[in-house]
């Protein structure tokens, strides 16, 4: 593959995976024994605050039991490493990508150690335990919500995504299913504006056929082997 200057790499649940985080979906459609209508909409919120709350307070508790892998780890001695221009996008709310080091990195879906104040948009560090009714420090509303983009929601920065993949010479993807956009479709974007791509993932998704290449394995495995690539370039 071509020697890049401009890098943008997408991460999945896949590169968590490995980790000892469940990814998305499990049997049955179910997320962690959960329907997502119910735990991740605007509407479920609103049906059963308490029901969401919970959902997202277990998911933070768990990240106390798991650590950055050598996949994160890679990323970040890439971040460290790597003197052209590069974004880290992850669909991941985990801050597994922040543990290992990384620093140029977006959460275009959020994350678990942020709460949103619904009522004036900012943001704060969540505590492992955020109840309905906690109190923004902000603006005194008893309006926090976990900071996750729920289905029907805009995800983040998107304009920003958005220009660094029309002016990347590089896009490559890990550990994503292909079947969740707008990120399934980077990889047309990247294409149109003349990227290699390359995808990294354990099996095929959705969108394997849109990229110049494509890797399978583990993303322990595949993510230290191509970073030693690009810094050895």
Do not use: K
Request: hydrophobic content about 45%; glycine content about 10%; some cysteine.
């Amino acid at each position: 593959m071509m020697n890049p200057s401009n890098i943008v790499v997408l991460t999945g649940a896949g590169i968590s995976a490995e980790s000892g985080l469940a990814t998305f979906r499990g049997p049955g459609g179910l997320w962690e024994g959960h329907r997502v209508e119910d735990v991740c909409t605007p509407e479920a919120l609103a049906a059963d605050p308490a029901l969401v709350h919970r959902f997202y307070d277990l998911r933070r508790a768990a990240l106390r039991d798991v650590a950055p892998n050598a996949a994160h780890a890679a990323l970040a001695r890439l971040d460290s490493a790597w003197p052209g221009e590069l974004l880290i996008v992850t669909q991941n709310v985990d801050d597994l990508h922040e543990r290992a080091g990384a620093r140029r990195l977006l959460h275009m879906h959020g994350e678990l150690m942020s709460a949103l104040c619904a009522a004036c948009g900012e943001r704060a560090p969540s505590p492992l335990a955020l109840p309905p009714g906690s109190i923004c420090q902000a603006c005194g509303a008893a309006a926090l919500r976990p900071d996750i983009v729920f289905f029907g929601e805009m995800p983040y920065q998107m304009e920003r995504i958005e220009r660094a993949l029309t002016a990347c010479d590089l896009f490559v993807s890990i550990g994503t299913s292909g079947a969740v956009y707008p990120a399934a479709g980077f990889v047309q974007l990247a294409n149109h504006y003349g990227a290699a791509t390359l995808e990294l993932n354990l099996e095929p998704s959705g969108g394997s056929g849109w990229f110049d290449e494509s890797r399978r394995g583990a993303a322990t495995a595949l993510v230290p082997a191509w970073v030693d690539e690009v810094l050895a370039a």
